[in-house]
T-cell receptor, first 112, second 115 residues
Framework: DGGITQSPKYLFRKEGQNVTLSCEQN?????MYWYRQDPGQGLRLIYY???????QKGDIAEGYSVSREKKESFPLTVTSAQKNPTAFYLC???????????FGNGTRLTVT | GENVEQHPSTLSVQEGDSAVIKCTYS??????FPWYKQELGKGPQLIID?????GEKKDQRIAVTLNKTAKHFSLHITETQPEDSAVYFC??????????????FGKGTHLIIQP
């Protein structure tokens, strides 16, 4: 079954620690995305990558970092510089052309 | 850039009735309009989409209409069922490639189906 796998589903961290969220896809999509979702908000774009070894900042990139060493993988690191890291994080990929995003099932991060 | 407004933020309907969610967009170059359904604790799933060369598209109980002149599009769900309860997002895209600016999302509508 092709799809996007995000792990873990729930993640708890202490304030001041960096944490990395995993995203793997076997859809052979070039483009991958990270979104943040807060209650009552839409989906806000953190980072995106259109090709291996290349990525761009989205609307709310401050306090986050990413890497794209492999086509299948696009991990997101939430750094201690992110002031409000507690949120639901969604990874997505997209085939070429004007086409829909395919989402993973998200990781809920809680920082205390 | 593109701006997408979605209304209402919450919609409660009786089971069996119809539900309508409306979105407006600002960029007249937008030509692709997907709708996503998100169930609690899961990622959004595409339920229907429409392109600007079409005014309406139906898939069983779900339909989407597009008015390019007025720059608005709507999701219609008929004969609502309890499993339709979820958050629905609209989006608009003017991008031809896979760039991030290809999809702008509305803030979502929480649809509640009352038994």
């Amino acid at each position: 079954d092709g799809g996007i796998t995000q792990s873990p589903k729930y993640l708890f961290r202490k304030e001041g620690q960096n944490v990395t969220l995993s995203c793997e896809q076997n859809l052979n999509h070039d483009a991958m995305y990270w979104y943040r979702q807060d209650p009552g908000q839409g989906l806000r774009l953190i980072y995106y990558s259109q090709i291996v070894n290349d990525f761009q900042k989205g609307d709310i990139a401050e306090g986050y970092s990413v890497s794209r060493e492999k086509k299948e993988s696009f991990p997101l690191t939430v750094t201690s510089a992110q002031k409000n890291p507690t949120a639901f994080y969604l990874c997505a990929s997209r085939p070429p052309g004007n086409s829909p995003l395919h989402f993973g099932n998200g990781t809920r991060l809680t920082v205390t | 850039g593109e701006n997408v407004e979605q209304h209402p933020s919450t919609l409660s309907v009786q089971e069996g009735d119809s539900a309508v969610i409306k979105c407006t967009y600002s960029d007249s170059a937008s030509n692709y309009f997907p709708w996503y359904k998100q169930e609690l604790g899961k990622g959004p799933q595409l339920i229907i989409d429409i392109r600007s060369n079409v005014g309406e598209k139906k898939d069983q109980r779900i339909a989407v209409t597009l008015n390019k002149t007025a720059k608005h599009f709507s999701l219609h769900i008929t004969e609502t069922q309890p499993e339709d309860s979820a958050v629905y997002f609209c989006a608009a895209s003017a991008g031809a490639g896979g760039g991030a600016d290809g999809l702008t999302f509305g803030k979502g509508t929480h649809l509640i189906i009352q038994p």
